[in-house]
């Protein structure tokens, strides 16, 4: 009798046991179910999904993610350096005109939208935040105008103004207007520097005038440089030239943007601009190398890696004219960019200027720079470049 | 040493030194008054350009007015640019800098210096 007894008290409680297991299943499936139900959104086919106005697309995060470095000098000489770690860490250092250390900021990811964000001033309380994804997406050039704005204004009483943490009633400040010169380090050895400069009137295509305020980045590979672009603010036109890839300059302002997006969806600022060129250069080349285009016409050799290292002197170079940038914003700036391209192809440096025995290819390239600083002298300053010349 | 000679010296060693102020100046200053884009040197920036420039020109002028010799202070201020040329990092068109770089130095001085001359010579206390 004690048997059954015992082996029904069993029974009983094994039941129970399993009766609230599949309880407890049914109600988290349910409850599951009911995350998971919501309606898909579907696009009618041919309709074109654009990103938020104001806001960059999805591109521009993804090129910007493999920048390594971003050097981003102030107009009153505070400098930030601002690097991305191997595990996708950002340490920004702000530095003043003397080169002391002003602040630091570094943002450590923790999850798959959140970040927290530690700022240790040289003067004032450090403070630690998490970041507020949907408000930022925290960015080399994010991180280097959130310190310099912190150490500006200061850092107590934060609240988020937009994308940026400034304190409580302070008025908001237009970093981008600080900015004076950036220079992205990107993969593959690519470097864009970005400077401002007020261009004189010229016709950069036919029938389109532009003057004003410009950004130039002013884009190189290992130091050679491959590619040039100029922003006109007053006239929100985008010009840009990579030789050997493009037929001239190509021109883009907001006509040529309305049929697909309305005119320009924000407003270029200084990191877009080099990481624009960075990335023309990129897709070019990737669709060269994949031979969907033609061959490279007037393309200059790269230095390998392996001969950069050795020799990194003999290719290292400035975009522009050396020692005589002042004039990178006229024609002649053609004739040293050329120059530069011809050093770098016949792997010439300076002293081959009296050291004509050498290399006639350096000859060359030194003769062809001096008869197109003749040529050019005479012309009207009214193209971004020699190709883009209308008429 | 005649007194021509010695006009010549000083106006060498004025144009020399002017330049070696100028450029000192400059990379004290680079990036808060002229912009701080590339090396610190005076034809990288036309706000340079004119500071060194404005610079010859006001000490030409008075140099002209003393009677000194305007070429020899564009020469010695030629002379300091070359020095500082070669002992920056360089250039790829140095050739081309230092012939740029000359023609500025030497319209700005003996126009400055020609000037100084005009207004020594109609002045009312000359002779």
Known sequence: MKTWMASAVVIVVLAAGAWLKAGSANSAAQAQGSQTSRPVQLVPAGEKQVGSPGEKGATYYALEAQTTRLTTRFRDGHVAVTERGLVGDVHSTLRDLAGNDRAKLRLNRIDGGHDMVNYEPTEGSRFQAVSDPTLVKPTLDWAARQVYGLVKDGADNLVWDGAIMQRKNAPRRDVDIDVDTVETNWANGLTARLSRSTYPRRQISPGRFVEGPVMISELSQYGAPVGTGVYFEKDRVFAYTVPGFTAGAVVIGADELKANYGGWPFTPDTTWLNLQMIATYHFKTLIAKQGSVSARICEPSRPGLLAQFFAPTVYANEAGCDDLHWLDGSILRDCCDDHDRCYAKSGCDANTWWQWWRSWSCDRCNMAVVGCFFARAGLDDRCITRQGCAG | ?127
């Open chain 2, 1 to 127: 040493m005649t007194q021509n000679a010695a006009a010549r010296w000083f106006g060498f060693a004025v144009g020399l030194l002017t330049f070696v102020a100028a450029h000192a100046i400059e990379v004290a200053k680079w990036a808060v008054w002229f912009g701080g884009a590339h090396a610190p040197w005076f034809l990288n920036s036309g706000r340079a350009v004119i500071f060194t420039l404005g610079c010859l020109f006001v000490v030409s002028l008075i140099a002209g007015i003393l009677r000194w010799s305007g070429a020899a202070l564009a020469t010695g201020a030629a002379t300091a640019m070359t020095a500082v040329l070669f002992f920056g990092e360089g250039s790829t068109i140095f050739p081309i800098v230092l012939a740029a770089g000359g023609l500025l130095i030497a319209a700005t001085s003996l126009l400055g210096s020609w000037l100084g001359s005009e207004i020594s010579r109609l002045s009312p206390h000359s002779q």
